[in-house]
């Protein structure tokens, strides 16, 4: 079988090059880029980190991500667990209309987004009927966590109810039988059953929360969000050297978020 | 059957969710078919923004359908191979590489954008022509290929017929393209329709890298967005579900299929 081992990785060989010239060629140049100054302002890295707005961007970043994956969890893992355990008719279209937008690109959710809580959105005109005001959230960072909601919870329902499959039925009985009330059972059996799945689901929700530059452009370029700073950086001022160092700690601080999921959970069936 | 109290109340949970993810489509839908959605309904309906909508971004259409054909037709080449030698090898070497993979998705699009751009931007040839944006897509959908040919190939006896193949005199890559690719159709089947659903909605790393002459169409759905009447951007997003919601349709009914396969 050595031979066809070796073979094997011969058919590597493309992808490889690919990954190398395209991907890791361009993040190490990214990498040194970040390094650089420009003029005495000290490297891009320095400039990140010593500066309110670029440190206060990011901490907004990852705490709205944290909040939407918090929410898309609670939300998705009730709805993914109802999904999957209960039978009833309309179940399937049901399931099918909640994993559509999964593939929405975020451009189109800040467009549904705007829809909603716009300002001619669908929450404007109901305010203006019951509470003779507008309810307009739509272009602030309450927007961009309805977004962020939209485009998570059906990557969550999915893998709940593909976890769901592999849980075992008996130990929810055996505590029922025990005594235990729904809560409990909850708390006690369904969460840690799921927390595998739950937590790197959350991982990849929290993932692309920190990375979805389409839904914040959407909304507006006023937001201060790191993807947005960074576009603003890099299109507005032409400073590379800050807008590489920017991306380099946004890449840096998802992956490690991603790490992190994967040493403490093996094995996890996720959506990607 | 009697349902408990907790049934429906978890039953009306799941349709508030499904009317939060739904009501925003279907008012996209009706905007782009109402001649004014500020009057509503009574002002009547119309193709007319659909026909302008065509008039102004056709050229996005377009272009968009053949960067997804050229993504899925490169990321064959490159994938299928990789998963091939991804599942024989199964070492230390091969798991290392799958991680690489994938990062390009796990990584803000933004920053693989900027990265691409800054070290290939000053090829002035390629940085204004459509291959650049491929390179993109192509990096960004490797692994929705490769992961669910690789879990196809894991089910299947594919070491068995291989031998059985060699034992009758075929060659490596005769045996690849004889024995290995037609037992993992639909592994290849249901990542070629995610990579096009996904090229066609990409927009983190394709608005970086597009020039004016070459705008996709979720280029040309920000630029309506950000400029163009509700209606004009309504219509625009009804023809891009239009052309996505097929392709997802067809992908649920595969991986349906698929996970069935896996149970048996």
Known sequence: ?272 | MKRSSLFVVQLLFTLLVCAFMLVPVLMSLLAGLTRNFFVGLSSGLTFDWLVQVWQAYSPTVWLSLQLAVACAVCVCVVGVPAAYALVRMNNRFSRAFEELMVLPVAMPGLASALALLLTYGQFGAFRSSWLFILVGHVLFTLPFLVRPVMAVMQRQQLPVLEEAAASLGAGPIKRFFSVVVPNCRAGILAGVLMVVTLSLGEFNLTWMLHTPMTKTLPVGLADSYASARLEIASAYTLIFLLMIVPLLIALQAISARLSRGERR
């Open chain 1, 1 to 272: 079988m050595a031979t066809s081992a070796r073979h094997a990785a011969w058919a590597l060989a493309p992808a490889f090059a690919v990954l190398l010239a395209f991907w890791l060629l361009p993040l190490a140049h990214l990498i040194v880029l970040g390094s650089e100054s420009r003029d005495s302002n000290g490297s891009g890295y320095w400039q990140v980190l010593s500066s309110a707005q670029y440190v206060g961007s990011l901490v907004q970043t990852c705490v709205l991500a944290m909040v939407v994956t918090g929410a898309a969890l609670l939300v998705g893992g009730i709805s993914g667990v109802f999904l999957a355990r209960q039978r009833f008719f309309g179940r399937s279209a049901l399931v099918a209309l909640l994993t559509f937008p999964l593939a929405f690109p975020g451009v189109v959710v800040g467009f549904l987004v705007i829809l909603l809580a716009g300002r001619q959105g669908l929450l404007a005109s109901l305010g203006l009927h019951l509470a003779g005001e507008r309810w307009i959230f739509a272009y602030s960072l309450a927007g961009l966590f309805v977004g962020y909601l939209y485009f998570s919870i059906p990557r969550v329902i999915l893998t709940v109810m593909a976890a769901c499959e592999s849980l075992d039925r008996s130990l929810e009985e055996a505590a029922h039988s025990l005594g235990a009330g729904h809560w409990r059972v909850v708390c006690d059996v369904i969460v840690p059953g799921l927390a595998p799945a739950l937590a790197s689901c959350g991982a990849i929700c929290f993932a692309t929360s920190m990375g979805a530059f389409g839904t914040a452009f959407t909304l507006g370029t006023r937001l201060n969000v790191t993807p947005v700073a960074i576009y603003n950086v890099f299109t507005n001022y032409a400073n590379f050297a800050v807008a590489a160092a920017l991306s380099v700690v946004l890449g840096a601080v998802t992956w490690a978020v991603l790490l992190l999921t994967r040493r403490l959970v093996k094995n996890a069936g996720t959506v990607l």
